[in-house]
């Protein structure tokens, strides 16, 4: 497979592109050294714009595949999505919680002010248990076939949701034990069958303001991070879900001096049953699988970021003595069947946060 592809790795000690073709992979650039990015995103349709968000600073775009790099929204964002029906909207979500939304892919920005209308009583389970205990936006959700429809999910304090491009919300919770999330998606194909991944639980609902229930037939991992749809194989079938997942919370981790016991699951029924994959995968990794992010150009085909950090708390001191959380080197994993199995790319690269993955 001639991959055509430039990487980009969002590390606890700044941003690396690779460029990669028939199998082989140049570095071309790094940036934003000694400072943690954690947020890439881009649009397919336009793979050499890219944007990238450095913590506690700003957010940034590349217009060259990453030669260069331009400083759009300063405040710490942590999460950024380009609206997939319209490549010049894009939207991004701060610590303490706050939405931004640009029409011209970042030059300009406005806040979207409805959000923190919500109830007190909403507003008061936005927070974290590590300073400065202010909850942030972790994920945001467009729908594809709807880009008036926009979820939130709150790290912590749920998920809020509006159907009007951010002019009015609502809190969508219900059912969620412990409100810390992750990542949201919807099925492909479906407007109302939505997924969630959590610190606590994997869930599913097919109308959020009714509450979610658990998903997990199969799993045995009870922390999820990152969820992936890839395009069905044949037509009519469901889309493959992929879920990266852990045992418990990075705080036992540390409290327990292990790993994070790592693991990636597969469903192919719309998420009634799941089932372990990863042959060249160890039986327990000690670093977490921080994120999943599809090929470009091949339906098949996924690549997974790996790294020993703690990725909800930025200020953790860069030494642990839990393997998990211990910021050593960090690992790109590639799939070239849907998940089933894995080899690691000969990269060199500290520990992982996030990738971005797009045409070359």
Sequence with gaps: MAEGVRLYAGTQHGLLVWRGRDGDWEETTRAFPDQIVDVLAGDRR????????????????????????????????????????????????????????????????????????????????????????TGHVRDIFVHPDDPNTIYLCLEHGGIVRSFDRGASWEDVSGGIDWVDMHSLGCLPGSRSRYYTASAKGFYTSDEPARGWVRAEQGMTRNYFNTLLFLPPQRAGEPATMLVGAADDVPSAWRREERGARAAVFRSDDAAQSWYRVGEGLPDEMDAMIWHLTPHPTDPNAVFAGVGAIDRGDPLAPTVRSAPGVCDGPGEVLLSRDRGLSWERLDLTLPADRVLWAAAD
């Design 46 to 133: 336009r793979p050499e714009r890219v944007y990238a968000a450095v913590t506690h600073d700003a957010l940034y775009r590349t217009d060259d595949a990453g030669r260069h790099w331009r400083r759009l929204l300063a405040g710490d964002v942590r999460a950024v999505t380009v609206d997939p029906s319209d490549e010049r909207v894009v939207y991004a979500g701060t610590a303490p919680v706050h939405l931004y939304r640009s029409e011209d892919g970042g030059d300009t920005w406005e806040e979207l002010p409805a959000l923190l209308k919500l109830p007190e009583e909403v507003r008061k389970r936005w927070w974290t248990p590590y300073a400065p205990h």
